[in-house]
């Protein structure tokens, strides 16, 4: 494959990724900046390499900006003499991201628990559908355990 046959696979992906993360809630800007920090081979932009990458508005970019860094998805560093902020996704421990997906789907659990103790009919469709959701998630939890631990080990 050549290089711009690749860079322009890499584009594709990136647009994929922004569309992904659109279906999922964000902003489609935030999904497309998610995409090119994760798929691009450089993997920390300016702003305005940002910007001209993605063709979108200054301001646009910023909110944008603000709001993955929060959400803590996105962080930026600076290089000593150099007053430009270098936008990259943050960097954690892969660990991080599983406990991140564990807690919320803790938390998913806690809330279907407690919507099923306010159903009047505890064998209601919904009621039935959120205590295999519960079954699953907490099979999950546990198993994730023993998975870490085996995967830590190998």
Do not use: W
């Not at 959701?133 to 995967?151: A, M, P, S, T, W």
Request: hydrophobic content about 35%; overall charge negative.
């Amino acid at each position: 494959m050549s290089t711009e046959d690749r860079i322009q696979k890499q584009k594709d992906l990136v647009e994929k990724i922004g569309r992904h993360f659109d279906r999922e809630g964000f902003q489609p800007i935030a999904g497309r900046i998610i995409g090119l920090l994760m798929v691009m081979d450089k993997e920390q932009y300016t702003f305005d390499e940002i910007t001209e990458e993605l063709h979108i508005s200054k301001s646009s970019a910023s909110n944008v900006l603000r709001n993955l860094e929060i959400r803590e998805m996105i962080e930026y560093i600076t290089i000593p003499g150099d007053r430009k902020k270098y936008y990259r996704l943050r960097q954690q421990n892969a660990f991080e991201l599983i406990d991140e997906f564990e807690r919320k789907s803790k938390f998913v659990t806690e809330l279907l628990q407690e919507v099923i103790c306010l159903k009047a009919d505890k064998n209601s469709t919904n009621a039935q559908l959120f205590a295999n959701v519960i079954d699953i998630l907490e099979f999950y939890h546990e198993n994730l355990k023993v998975l870490r631990e085996k995967y830590i080990k190998s």
